[in-house]
């Protein structure tokens, strides 16, 4: 219970005291008086969002949002028009937003994935070539006439787009190997690695390097990697810019091992390094290689002699300086070898080694990081073998083993390890998202000292009210975040996570479902709607 100051008239009654500018009318008294909280509230009003347009992004997502309130939304120009992607948008609003010619609420509607194929024709011939190109990016499992418009849209970044897709027909896509921009042919032949052998055949021999570098590479967009006709490997081989990825599909001679090992470019000799008719002699060459990526390759073949395996292992760890140490006179050519030795550290503990999968057992206790990393993805291993890669040391093997063997995961283990969890890049993943942790584990670490494990507490459902309020106020925003949609927040707290100094808590507590209709009307009001 708190109190206010209020101004008593001589009749018995009062108004709350405003801080300066009035003066008492004839007889009345200040007293204090008993004030409850919600009726505090009441008085104060509901605080006002810092990032409004924000909120009204995150208000656009909202499921719960009535057909009347997306129609005012609708009318909104400030923000990225997130209210035209809703799947529920009907015919007249559709059009409404396109007769707006607003940019944002546009590109938003061409994204849309349920739109209507007569407002998707609409879009495919508005004059901004960016809305064309959201609509390439959006329009999926679309009418194979706006496919056919798109492919012949003037603006090659539409044509992009669309070589990146999987739901066209084959003989659409075709098409896209004579257009006349480099990069959308080399876009589709990176991201279209099972088309036919004529279309491979086209881009393999294309004229331009680019595009015959995207079409026989060591790396392409989807999977499986597509293998060239034979009759062209020896051609591939012989073109600089084709060559790396035109290692694996020869046939390694002795003679060709030799002459590749000796390539000026280290991702020849890298492919090179890996290929399983490597001569022995060649390998050893290999091993001594002055570049640390070809070493890796020869680090993880089976036919590596153990004393090899050791040696470069070494070799690589201690001869490893931070980027961040680098001196400052090192030329261009030095700076992309201490780059390359960078990645080839990160590369011993990531390289997933298959022949190591395939016989797990000789490799859970290795003393190299990768060899446990690929045993861990075994999803055979003996039960034994499975508790010890579930305490194993670093955290990927960890995190591994326990995507491969959820079911041996209980709900301690499950908690270490997401607790241990320390990804090798940035990512919003994490093992909690696989692995069951129980309502009585999340109700305790609503109280966790980690803001990290705080904010895996609101996956309960049934959070106590008290605890989802506390929550509402932890001083780490991520946990706030985690919160706001959660449906037991109080309506006052839900309020004041509107408001919240962090953008990206009040544009989620502006999503969620359970944001009473007076809340979303007044933020609405609050922007003009």
């Known amino acids: 219970m708190t109190s206010e100051r209020r101004q008593v008239a001589p009749h018995g009654d009062s108004y709350p005291a405003i801080c300066g500018g009035w003066t008492c009318p004839a007889g009345a008294r200040l007293v204090t008086v008993p004030v409850g909280r919600e009726e505090q509230r009441m008085a104060v009003g509901p605080p006002m969002p810092v990032h409004l347009t924000q909120v009204l992004d995150g208000l656009a997502e909202n499921p719960a949002l009535p057909a009347g309130l997306i129609r005012r939304l609708m009318r909104y120009r400030r923000g990225h028009g997130h209210v035209a992607m809703r799947a529920d948008l009907t015919p007249d609003m559709i059009e409404e937003i396109l007769a707006s010619d607003h940019y944002w609420l546009l590109h938003s509607l061409a994204l849309n994935r349920r739109l209507p194929h007569a407002a998707r024709m609409r879009l495919a011939a508005h004059p901004d070539a960016a809305i064309r190109a959201a609509l390439a990016v959006g329009a999926q499992d679309s009418s194979r006439d706006l496919y056919q418009r798109l492919l012949d849209d003037p603006d090659p970044q539409v044509r992009k787009y669309l070589a990146e897709r999987d739901d066209l027909s084959a003989d659409l896509l075709a098409r896209l190997v004579q257009d006349p921009d480099p990069t959308v042919r080399a876009t589709l032949a990176r991201w279209w690695t099972q088309a036919p052998e004529a279309v491979r055949r086209a881009l393999l021999t294309d004229h331009v390097d680019e595009v015959r570098a995207a079409a026989c590479s060591t790396y392409y967009a989807r999977l499986p990697h597509p293998t060239p006709p034979?009759?062209?490997?020896?051609?591939?081989?012989?073109?600089?810019?084709?060559?790396?990825?035109?290692?694996?599909?020869?046939?390694?001679?002795?003679?060709?091992?030799?002459?590749?090992?000796?390539?000026?470019?280290?991702?020849?000799?890298?492919?090179?390094?890996?290929?399983?008719?490597?001569?022995?002699?060649?390998?050893?060459?290999?091993?001594?290689?002055?570049?640390?990526?070809?070493?890796?390759?020869?680090?993880?073949?089976?036919?590596?002699?153990?004393?090899?395996?050791?040696?470069?292992?070494?070799?690589?760890?201690?001869?490893?300086?931070?980027?961040?140490?680098?001196?400052?006179?090192?030329?261009?050519?030095?700076?992309?070898?201490?780059?390359?030795?960078?990645?080839?550290?990160?590369?011993?503990?990531?390289?997933?080694?298959?022949?190591?999968?395939?016989?797990?057992?000789?490799?859970?206790?290795?003393?190299?990081?990768?060899?446990?990393?690929?045993?861990?993805?075994?999803?055979?291993?003996?039960?034994?073998?499975?508790?010890?890669?579930?305490?194993?040391?670093?955290?990927?093997?960890?995190?591994?083993?326990?995507?491969?063997?959820?079911?041996?995961?209980?709900?301690?283990?499950?908690?270490?390890?997401?607790?241990?969890?320390?990804?090798?890049?940035?990512?919003?993943?994490?093992?909690?998202?696989?692995?069951?942790?129980?309502?009585?584990?999340?109700?305790?670490?609503?109280?966790?000292?980690?803001?990290?494990?705080?904010?895996?507490?609101?996956?309960?459902?049934?959070?106590?009210?008290?605890?989802?309020?506390?929550?509402?106020?932890?001083?780490?925003?991520?946990?706030?975040?985690?919160?706001?949609?959660?449906?037991?927040?109080?309506?006052?707290v839900r309020r004041a996570l509107l408001a919240d100094p962090a953008e990206h808590v009040a544009k989620a507590a502006a999503a969620a479902a359970a944001l009473p209709f007076d809340d979303m009307d007044r933020l609405l009001a609050l922007a003009g709607l």
Not at 274 to 297: I, K, M, T, Y
Not at 338 to 364: F, G, K, M
Not at 391 to 418: C, F, K, N, W, Y
Request: charge should be negative; charged fraction near 25%; hydrophobic fraction near 35%.
């Open 230 to 492: 034979p009759d062209l490997v020896a051609g591939l081989l012989a073109d600089p810019v084709t060559r790396a990825g035109a290692v694996r599909h020869a046939v390694l001679t002795p003679e060709l091992a030799a002459r590749l090992a000796g390539d000026p470019d280290y991702q020849v000799r890298r492919q090179v390094a890996e290929h399983p008719q490597l001569p022995p002699s060649v390998r050893d060459l290999l091993a001594e290689d002055p570049s640390a990526n070809v070493r890796v390759g020869v680090f993880g073949r089976q036919d590596t002699p153990e004393p090899v395996r050791h040696r470069i292992y070494t070799d690589i760890q201690q001869g490893h300086l931070p980027l961040t140490d680098l001196p400052d006179e090192l030329d261009d050519v030095a700076l992309l070898q201490h780059i390359e030795d960078h990645v080839a550290v990160a590369e011993l503990r990531h390289l997933c080694l298959d022949w190591v999968t395939a016989n797990p057992l000789p490799y859970v206790t290795s003393p190299y990081t990768c060899f446990r990393r690929s045993a861990a993805r075994n999803r055979t291993l003996p039960t034994d073998a499975v508790l010890r890669l579930f305490d194993d040391q670093d955290s990927g093997v960890r995190t591994t083993m326990a995507t491969h063997a959820p079911h041996l995961v209980d709900p301690t283990t499950a908690e270490r390890i997401d607790r241990e969890f320390r990804p090798d890049k940035k990512t919003a993943w994490r093992p909690a998202d696989l692995l069951t942790l129980p309502p009585h584990t999340l109700r305790r670490l609503a109280s966790d000292p980690d803001p990290r494990m705080r904010c895996l507490a609101p996956r309960d459902p049934d959070l106590p009210v008290e605890t989802a309020e506390h929550l509402a106020t932890d001083p780490d925003s991520t946990v706030r975040r985690a919160v706001a949609g959660h449906p037991r927040l109080p309506v006052h």
